[in-house]
């Protein structure tokens, strides 16, 4: 199956190339899928299967509207699927208004996760100080830390450069090719930590990640859930 995507922060010149060649599986964000429908570089007319991934999130970033869209382009008569980690109500009038008797599968997890949790109370002041002294205990190898800003990212990977400690930042303001580095130097172990905010709460399986830290607690409780679920995956043991 030959295979594309489509995404913000690439050159279109390219994309516009691979479009152009055909392709079997077109993987796309929403904002960047209907770009190149407007410029005329992709028709959907023949797409059999239309797959929503994370649902939940399209739908709390405000995609109701380009998803409505990109929908209105696609045959009638196709096979929908949703994955979803949540079932909101407005995911459910989603489905209801997209599928036709659509059947409901629920995994739940096999096992408890073998995660530890712990919190540390700390004027604001010296909570930079307190994680750097985190990441530097004998025990912390790699470590994936939650801003809640980009700048917050950027300045916490600045503190720990300062510090002596290997970190990089992934973010919004970062390009497609900044955030492919980050990560290619993360998991490579040549950066220790990973300093990301709530884009890299979903979506993300990075292997034998032993901890993650949130400096800033997130807005939403379910987006906690989402960002310690980052380890503690597969078996593993996380904290």
Do not use: C, W
């Not at 479009?19 to 410029?39: E, S």
């Not at 399209?58 to 994955?83: V, W």
């Not at 497609?176 to 980050?182: G, S």
């Not at 130097?185 to 950066?191: D, H, I, L, N």
């Amino acid at each position: 199956l030959s295979t594309g995507l489509v995404m913000g922060g690439v050159a279109f010149g390219k994309q516009r190339a691979m479009l152009h060649r055909g392709l079997d599986i077109l993987v796309a964000t929403p904002g960047r899928l209907i770009d190149v429908i407007d410029k005329g570089a992709l028709k959907l007319d023949s797409v059999e299967v239309f797959v929503l991934d994370e649902v939940d999130q399209m739908l709390d970033l405000g995609f109701i509207h380009s998803i409505r869209k990109i929908a209105s382009m696609l045959p009638q008569e196709r096979q929908n699927i949703f994955f979803s980690a949540t079932m909101p109500p407005a995911i459910a009038k989603l489905a209801s208004a997209l599928l036709t008797d659509p059947a409901r599968v629920e995994v739940a997890a096999a096992k408890p996760l073998k995660i530890d949790e712990s919190v540390i109370f700390v004027e604001k002041p010296n909570k930079a100080a307190a994680l750097v002294s985190v990441v530097k205990q004998d025990a912390f190898k790699r470590g994936l830390v939650f801003s809640r800003t980009k700048h917050g990212a950027d300045k916490i990977v600045r503190m720990l450069s300062a510090a002596g400690v290997s970190a990089h930042a992934i973010h919004g303001n970062r390009s497609q090719a900044q955030r492919e580095k980050a990560f290619n130097a993360f998991r490579s172990g040549k950066a220790n930590i990973l300093v990301a905010t709530d884009i890299a709460a979903r979506g993300i399986d990075i292997q034998q990640l032993p901890r993650v830290v949130n400096f800033d607690l997130p807005h939403v409780a379910e987006d906690y859930v989402h960002r310690i679920g980052r380890t503690g995956r597969a078996g593993e043991a996380g904290i």
